[in-house]
């Protein structure tokens, strides 16, 4: 008889020897494990070019693996039809180093858009919008351009937008790289608040301080291969 | 999952606004392009309905006596379908003749009504293998002395000439039509590629938050749509005063002896105009369809 250890959580993202190899030669991501369970917060650490982004790209099947198995939510992704991976996008937020606002709508409208574009009907935008907004600290703001914004208030906006729709898991990728260290610190708080609402997080950065301070779960990678997988971890 | 009327609404005419002088351009260039299309129609329309009694390719008429037996009629027919030199053959019995008949001179009433339809011969309506003058009447001679036969009469050689030339007019007309609604589909998808260009970071966007890809199309279509049919809008403007223009300056005007063979209906007008109106919605859509597909590929 086998006993399969039970930690009382359940998987919501898991790699099986996943490969990507772009243009036929460089190998992006090599031979890859992991799993990681609900509620966690992830660090992805590891030098430009390690495949920090290639393995949120994955998650979300920006990207598709050569080799491997990667399983969201219990799915075999790779096996979703074409027409089946928005709904997979609707489980997982997204934030980025660049903010990806929309220039010419207000912070309002940006986040309503999120919920827009999947179909919610307008009483349900109306009333989650300010919400999402007080949450993440731009209850007055919410009339604003983005380029009337400070950085750290864009990087609040898209995480609102990336959120607003409670997603299973939220990635973030550099979000805070074009930050200074005190806005980071408060965008690192909001997102350990969404955290502990039970959402799963999985940050790819460079920032020592930030994963020396916070000491969570980290994943170093390195040329591709996992080289380090640490609970509690720090950066190096 | 449905996608929003007001969304779609929405998006589409503050697409067509933003976009303006790219938008009036190419709604321009298309009107253009799909007014040329129906005007081809129409002309090709006309070239066909003129000299209706006549097909391009029939050069040899086989005329049967009034009172001719159905033997004398079988026996010209098989003998008409076994000749090597005749590639077809056309039978025009008493009610197609007849109706026919009332067809040419139907601003004659009186004289179609003095008529009795026993009275019109029937005839074989004959296309020899070669259009050369000496071949047809060889074949003409042959038959002339069958009995049963009244008269063979051959098409002109003017006539034929000139419904040469038409029928030559005329495919020359269709082709630059074909190749019109091309030009207008590429003017259309180009229009749209640039919008959905100018707004790539939004579809970016939708898609991250999981747009499905009919709800990240829809509005890039319909305004494809809404642009196609304003060019077409503008080319049935266009279209109608070709037409008000050539019937004022051509049709029945002696001094224009070919030109003023050519005419239409109003129905052949309107025929016309549907067809750009349809060419240019659909292929405002499909091809808007098609240009944000590149930017949906998951």
Known sequence: MKFVEHTGQETVIKLE?????????????????????????????????????TFLR????????EKGKIYVAGKDIAALPGYKVPYLRRNIGSVFQDFKLLPNKTVAENVA??????????????EAVPQILELVGLGRKEGSMPN??????????????????????????????????????GIMKLLDRINRTGTTVVMATHDRGIVDTMRRRVIELDRGSVVRDQARGVYE | MAVRLDYVLKETGS?????????????????????FVAVSFLIGTGINQSFLGLRSDVQMFVYMNPGATAEQIDSVSKNLQSNPQVESVKFLDKEKTYAEFKRLFADQPDFVESINPEELPQ??????????????????TEFENMTGVYRVEYAEEYARQVQKSLSTLNSWVRLFGVALIFVSVLLIFNTIRTAVFARRREIEVMRLVGASNWFIRLPFM???????????????????????????????????????????????????????????????????????????RV
């Open chain 1, 17 to 53: 020897n996943v490969s990507k190899i772009y243009k036929g030669e460089h190998m992006a991501l090599r031979d890859a494990t992991v799993e990681i369970e609900k509620g966690e917060f992830v660090f992805l650490v590891g030098p430009s070019g390690s495949g920090k982004s």
């Open chain 1, 58 to 65: 994955l998650l979300n099947r920006e990207e598709t693996a």
């Open chain 1, 113 to 126: 858009f999120a919920l827009e574009a999947i179909g919610r009907p307008k009483s349900v935008i109306r």
């Open chain 1, 148 to 185: 009337e914004l400070s950085g750290g208030e864009q990087q609040r906006v898209s995480i609102a937008r990336a959120f607003v729709n409670r997603p299973l898991i939220l990635l973030a990728d550099e979000p805070t790289g074009n930050l200074d260290p005190a806005t980071s610190v």
């Open chain 2, 15 to 35: 697409n067509l606004v933003r976009n303006l002088t790219l938008t009036l351009a190419s709604l321009l260039t298309v009107a253009i392009a799909l007014a």
């Open chain 2, 123 to 140: 005839s074989f309506r004959v296309k020899p293998t070669s259009t050369d003058a000496d071949v047809v009447s060889a074949v003409g």
């Open chain 2, 222 to 296: 319909t305004e494809g749509m809404v642009q196609g049919l304003l060019g077409a809008l503008a080319a049935a403007g266009l279209t109608w005063g070709f037409d008000a223009l050539w019937k004022r300056n051509f049709v029945n005007q002696v001094s224009f002896e070919l030109l003023n063979q050519i005419k239409w209906t109003g129905g052949d007008l309107w025929k016309a105009i549907i067809m750009i109106l349809v060419v240019g919605a659909v292929t405002g859509a499909v091809g808007s369809g098609i240009a944000v597909g590149r930017y949906l």
